[in-house]
T-cell receptor, first 116, second 108 residues
Framework: ETGVTQTPRHLVMGMTNKKSLKCEQH?????MYWYKQSAKKPLELMFV???????ENNSVPSRFSPECPNSSHLFLHLHTLQPEDSALYLC???????????????FGPGTRLTVL | GIQVEQSPPDLILQEGANSTLRCNFS?????LQWFHQNPWGQLINLFY???GTKQNGRLSATTVATERYSLLYISSSQTTDSGVYFCAVTSGTYKYIFGTGTRLKVLA
């Protein structure tokens, strides 16, 4: 148990569906992250939020839409995905802060997404 | 951007053996972490080690920032050590770059 939870753990969706992934952290952190892990590839950073403000968008297609309503919750809204978007989506959090301070990340268990 | 390379890509060990995993990075960093990803996909923090040496039980890590590499040592390996080991670096922003990982299999 890392203090970061993700739901659902598994998701199968069609290309025309709309779904959302949810991440919640119970660590009192201020920074939250979405990563994508495709088979046999390194983790790719998608988005970073620090104090609810988006600080990184790593050229992610607009069919992925993040939302951070507060420092404890992070969502990833999905619509009109492609089969190549099938992957493990991981959420992480860290202490965060101002001045670009970097610190230890804690990861959730991931959502394994399959797009048919 | 920073490039991160890990070696070896794959490693098979007999239980009880020792191993060294390496992480090379192409530019100065101010954060380096080692993670273990278990077979179910969960990433677990092992070390936050931008420089110096740390030990935690059978695991230890050393980062030589001036020479741009980090080493993870696993002693007396156990089957539960199996999985993928990643290093991740960043140079002052929140844009973490992960290496390609070392896939470890420990045989009983």
């Amino acid at each position: 148990e890392t203090g970061v939870t993700q739901t659902p753990r598994h998701l199968v969706m069609g290309m025309t569906n709309k779904k959302s992934l949810k991440c919640e952290q119970h660590l009192g952190h201020n920074a939250m992250y979405w990563y994508k892990q495709s088979a046999k590839k390194p983790l790719e950073l998608m988005f970073v939020y620090n104090f609810k403000e988006q600080t990184e968008n790593n050229s992610v297609p607009s069919r992925f839409s993040p939302e951070c309503p507060n420092s404890s919750h992070l969502f990833l809204h999905l619509h009109t995905l492609q089969p190549e978007d099938s992957a493990l989506y991981l959420c992480a959090s860290s202490q965060g802060g101002s001045g670009g301070a970097v610190d230890t990340q804690y990861f959730g268990p991931g959502t394994r997404l399959t797009v048919l | 951007g920073i490039q991160v390379e890990q070696s070896p890509p794959d490693l098979i060990l007999q239980e009880g053996a020792n191993s060294t995993l390496r992480c090379n990075f192409s530019d100065s960093v101010n954060n380096l972490q080692w993670f273990h990803q278990n077979p179910w996909g969960q990433l677990i923090n092992l070390f936050y080690i931008p420089s110096g040496t740390k030990q935690n039980g059978r695991l230890s890590a050393t980062t030589v920032a001036t020479e741009r590499y980090s080493l993870l040592y696993i002693s007396s390996s156990q089957t539960t050590d199996s999985g993928v080991y990643f290093c991740a670096v960043t140079s002052g922003t929140y844009k973490y770059i992960f290496g390609t990982g070392t896939r470890l299999k420990v045989l009983a």
